[in-house]
């Protein structure tokens, strides 16, 4: 009996105890959970800072006006905007909320690169684009996806920049550079827009290995420019492979321009260029010069077109050494499908000879 009471005096302390110590456990409890909730929070501002502070301080666009300085101390890039050490914005994913451009920089002599980012939903102006570049020089935009904007890239007024392995799809214009010169446009993906590489008043620009299928006018178009390079391109399926317009001196050599709605390549009222060893066939036209003097047509294949070969209004074009005529190949089905047919037509002849044959004889029997 003395050892119930005892354990039930001990029960009834024990309690008592952790009634009156229960209110500290509880704020106790509550300042741990708060605590933890607001390491998490720092956590993630620390995780913001280190990682993804580009991301937040520019709430998803970038305007940079020769102001590289400010932009590094905001956290928009890294580097010193050197040859060796270029300023580097990289690894941003950014909706332009359907006004203005995604990345615009203006007026910058400073080394950079643009780097693997995403950019779309820019406005809906012939200004607005993924990127935009005004009066700049020595820049490198790479691996960078402009699609669904109003222009995937767009140079103004810059020279010596270098737009490589970008993807600019489903935009109006999918690369556009205007009054821009020695820029080189290389290894890009510029599908399914308007246009896909507009070159226009510009000079000296590299246009090279891109890919220009699917769009809806020009894959390739070089408006009022001067002595650029157009080669190893792809630009199949679309209004037109290439077109050039009041445009002299340039060198569209070696690209391919297959299945385009009307012509393989185009020249309007150019004059002075070279066109060598492209590849236009099942085209409308396989090359059309259209008031275009003195150019030369040189040793492309011109193959399965409506037309090889058209001149209008034009005079002192040298066109030769160039390869016209239907698929390689189709002679051989086409002698087949004949031969076949004569076969056929022999063996009913034959058929029918002896059939006559086997009927007179019954008859004289």
């Not at 810059?158 to 080189?184: F, K, Q, V």
């Not at 236009?280 to 040793?299: C, E, H, P, R, T």
Request: charged letters at 15%; one cysteine or more.
């Amino acid at each position: 009996m003395k050892s119930n009471a005892k354990s039930k005096i001990i029960i009834l302390i024990a309690l008592g105890i952790l009634f009156a110590v229960s209110p500290i456990i509880t704020v106790n409890f509550s300042l741990i959970a708060e605590n933890s909730i607001k390491s998490l929070e720092y956590n993630n501002d620390i995780n913001l800072d280190n990682k993804n502070l580009k991301i937040s301080a520019i709430s998803g666009k970038i305007h940079i006006d020769n102001n590289w300085t400010a932009a590094k101390s905001a956290g928009f890039c890294t580097g010193e905007g050197t040859y060796s050490d270029p300023y580097v914005i990289e690894d941003l994913v950014i909706n332009g909320g359907g006004s203005g451009s995604c990345i615009l920089i203006e007026n910058s002599t400073a080394y950079f690169r643009i780097e693997n980012c995403t950019l779309y939903n820019s406005g809906s102006g012939w200004t607005d684009a993924g990127i935009r570049l005004v009066y700049v020089n020595k820049s490198r935009l790479i691996d960078n996806n402009c699609s669904s904007n109003y222009v995937g890239i767009q140079l103004y007024n810059s020279t010596a920049n270098t737009i490589s392995g970008n993807t600019a799809n489903d935009n109006y214009y999918g690369i556009d550079l205007g009054d821009s010169n020695n820029n080189t446009v290389s290894g890009n993906n510029a599908n399914d827009n308007y246009y896909g590489i507009i070159i226009g008043y510009s000079i000296n620009n590299t246009v090279s290995e891109n890919t220009v299928n699917n769009n809806i006018w020009e894959g390739i178009f070089l408006i009022d420019s001067n002595n650029n390079t157009v080669s190893g391109n792809n630009a199949n399926s679309n209004y037109r492979g290439i077109l050039l317009e009041n445009g002299d001196y340039n060198n569209i050599s070696g690209n391919t321009a297959n299945n385009n709605h009307d012509e393989g390549i185009f020249l309007i009222e150019s004059n002075n260029n070279t066109v060598s060893v492209n590849t236009a066939n099942n085209n409308v036209y396989g090359i059309y010069l259209w008031k275009s003097d003195y150019n030369k047509v040189l040793g492309n294949i011109f193959l399965g077109n409506d037309e090889c070969i058209r001149e209008a209004d034009c005079e002192g074009n040298i066109i030769e050494n160039n390869e016209c005529g239907i698929i390689p190949g189709y002679n051989l089905f086409f002698l087949l499908g004949t031969l076949s047919v004569a076969v056929i037509i022999m063996s009913k002849k034959i058929k029918k000879k002896k059939l006559n044959k086997n009927l007179i004889q019954i008859n004289a029997t």
